[in-house]
């Protein structure tokens, strides 16, 4: 199947399950071509935001939790 062909549901759904299995890497490309294909695709971005977060790569988190309106707060856990 032809990558044209794949819709912005098919890659975000391949990249939540990518990011469940640890697979944060390839969840960052799944959930970006989701987001190329439907810019309006904020669940996809939210995927993304958390793969970026549990990769260490905090300052692509944090851009695209800004581009959802979102600014994450640090927090103990300790006081959970």
Do not use: C, W
């Amino acid at each position: 199947q032809e990558e044209s062909a794949l819709t912005p549901v098919f890659f975000y759904q391949f990249a939540t399950a990518s990011l469940e299995r640890g697979a944060h890497q390839e969840a960052v490309f799944l959930a970006t071509k989701a987001v190329e294909k439907d810019p309006r695709n904020r669940a996809a971005l939210l995927i993304r935001a958390m793969a970026y977060l549990d990769q260490g790569d905090t300052p692509q988190a944090l851009a695209d939790f800004e581009a959802l309106g979102v600014r994450p707060t640090k927090f103990n856990a300790k006081e959970l």
